[in-house]
């Protein structure tokens, strides 16, 4: 994920990043099966039904990739905002991360694998044959297995407010701030903006953060 950092007045930033991935990224693990991360995430149709008021249910990783191609955009889009304060001096930069927003393919993550969720589960009762007295508890089920592993799986990784409390000697070029800790970790932003108000130049902003 390229990460945009823009230094507001009165000691504020925020930092915008996006990542997209094709399904067919997603649909693949190490070794290049199909369906690897989501068919880990839907790892309970893989499994008897530990609900003992449905009938135990099976479904092979073939079908179970195709019923997810359906069910999947053709791109996944993740959008993270985290916003914080910032101070310097001459040589040495501290950004503090404290708030975040996340967005997948514009809506937020629980919502969006809850809805893939349910879609799951419809494709897999008719597949699996399930009967409508049986769908709502199916239902369920799926959602609480699915939309959990597929949050963790798919987001995975992802920036959150503690990724960015980091302080550190830094330094720009070409619009690239770069943050190297006490332990000698980089922290790369791209597309580095200032908007503090009557700030000319960056030497001016790291002044008026002190």
Do not use: C
């Not at 995430?41 to 997810?68: H, M, R, V, Y």
Request: aromatic fraction near 8%; charge should be negative.
């Amino acid at each position: 994920m390229v990460l945009h950092l823009e230094f507001r007045a009165g000691g504020q930033f925020e930092v915008r990043g996006e990542s997209v991935s094709s399904a067919e990224q997603l649909f693949a693990d190490e070794e290049g099966e199909p369906a690897g991360k989501l068919l880990r995430a839907a790892g309970l149709a893989q499994a008897d039904s530990s609900n003992q008021e449905l009938p135990d249910f099976e479904i092979g990783d073939e079908l179970l990739a195709e019923l997810l191609a359906r069910i999947f955009p053709d791109t996944l889009t993740v959008a993270v905002s985290i916003t914080g304060t910032w101070e310097a001096d001459e040589t040495r930069l501290r950004l503090d991360g404290q708030t975040s927003q996340m967005r997948v393919n514009g809506h937020e993550p629980g919502a969006f694998f809850e809805q893939m969720a349910r879609d799951l589960a419809r494709e897999m009762a008719e597949a699996l044959e399930i009967p409508a007295e049986d769908f709502p508890a199916f239902e369920a089920e799926i959602v609480a297995g699915f939309s959990e592993g597929a949050e963790g799986n798919l987001l995975e990784g992802e920036f959150g407010p503690d990724d960015l409390d980091t302080e550190g000697t830094y330094a720009i070029e070409e619009g690239v701030l770069t943050i190297t800790d006490v332990e000698g970790e980089l922290t790369r932003f791209q597309q580095v903006t200032i908007s503090a108000v009557e700030v000319l130049s960056w030497g001016q902003s790291k002044r008026a953060g002190r």
